[in-house]
């Protein structure tokens, strides 16, 4: 009896174990338990040695296959990977444009019954698109928020093939003393800082560089104000130059690319996502609203859906000038801290707890 596979293009350099990893781990363990081998395509070897072992474990091979991006390049190096593994089922995730185009043709010449492709960011359409008729050839595509999929609408799709799919987060985020008074020392924290956490990697869109100039102007007004940046090398990095420029290198803490970074955010009071444009959700807000963190959020792509304005955190413009504003009046409101955190985490166990919501939706869209 010919295996059954399923064949996950993750299109990624994969640098730490964090929350799409554990995404990744689990839909492979769910396969698993309904009697398919996963196969997991990476660009390059993913870094994690803890990531990779718990993936082993699944009984999940990871093929190391970088595709190029060229019309023609990418073509024959989809056709190799399909043609080795035989998929039964194909999902799509981080694939460039014409990755996204071969893959469901040849998927589909080689037999794949079902072909899938999540939309991990916000498509920026201002009407129909061309993008649409790739997007077009698979069976469902899933949007991780409900900002993408109103993205999809605009953009032309058929939308009887667009679900809202949160990826949600697997695994317990448990809140420990231990591990705030850990982290806080590991850092040089004075004992009555202020701490704001942030879990993001280096590109424009995350918002880096204006978090730590809000950070500069709200530390005006509260000098023991700190931030905690996870996900960021420092030696590879101009931020941390541009915190000395600032004069605020003794109150920014660089915890580095690490595995399980939500562990970190223990040393934080609250937590910022600084995102300037094109965020699909976050998960890394997901895992502050796991630990009880309120959260401050820009009001851009998905945010929105995971932080309530006023109930959980704060939503506000994507500028340095507001966040300051919305730090302020986040330390303004210090009495409603274990409120706010609270109402997220209620949220967070409603809507964004992966274990059983997800597993059931990508059972329904896998068919299996």
């Known amino acids: 009896m010919k295996p059954k596979v399923i064949l996950q293009f993750t ?8 929350a799409v990893e554990r995404y990744f781990k689990e839909t492979a363990s769910l396969c698993t338990e309904k009697g398919y081998t996963t196969i997991m395509q990476y660009e390059s070897m993913p870094q994690s ?23 023609i390049g990418s073509f024959f190096r989809v056709f190799k990977i399909i043609k080795e593994v035989q998929p039964e089922i194909i999902h799509v995730h981080f694939a460039e444009r014409f990755v996204k185009l071969w893959i469901p043709i040849i998927g589909r010449w080689f037999g794949a019954r079902r ?28 949007p991780v928020s409900q900002s993408a999929e109103k993205g999809c609408k605009t953009g032309g799709f058929d939308m009887s093939k667009v679900k809202t799919h949160y990826l949600g987060l697997f695994g317990d985020r448990p809140r420990s003393a231990e591990l705030r008074e850990s982290y806080r020392q590991k850092f040089g924290i004075p004992d009555d800082a202020i701490v704001v956490g942030c879990i993001a ?12 100039k809000s950070v500069k102007l709200a530390s005006e007004q509260h000098p023991n104000l700190h931030l905690i940046e996870i996900g960021v090398d420092p030696a590879a990095s101009k931020l941390p130059a541009l915190a000395e420029e600032l004069g605020i290198t003794n109150r920014v803490h660089w915890a580095g690319i690490i595995d399980n970074g939500w562990q ?4 934080a009071d609250f937590y910022i996502q ?23 959020g820009t009001n851009i792509g998905g945010i929105p859906e995971a932080v309530k304005d006023g109930v959980t955190g704060i939503i506000t413009e994507p500028t340095p000038e507001a966040i300051a504003k919305a730090i302020d009046t986040m330390i303004q409101r210090r009495d409603d801290w274990d409120t706010l955190g609270q109402a997220g985490y209620d949220r967070y166990r409603r ?5 059983e919501s997800v597993r059931q939706q990508l059972i329904q869209f896998y068919g299996i």
Not at 11 to 18: A, L, Q
Not at 275 to 296: D, H, N, Q, R
């Open 351 to 355: 809507i964004f707890d992966g274990m």
């Open 11 to 18: 299109c990624m350099h994969s640098t730490k174990y964090g």
């Open 115 to 142: 072909v899938i492709h999540s939309m991990h960011n916000i498509p920026e359409y201002p009407g129909k698109t061309s993008a649409r008729h790739i997007y077009n050839l698979y069976d469902y595509t899933l």
């Open 274 to 296: 600084p995102s300037t444009f094109s965020e699909g959700l976050g998960l890394s807000i997901v895992e502050a609203m796991a630990l009880k963190l309120p959260v401050i």
């Open 201 to 212: 990697f280096d590109t424009p869109f995350k918002g880096l560089e204006g978090l730590l």
């Open 264 to 267: 970190v955010l223990n040393a």
């Open 49 to 71: 040695s803890e990531y990779c072992q718990d993936v082993k474990d699944t009984h999940t091979e990871i093929r190391v296959f970088p595709i190029p991006l060229s019309p």
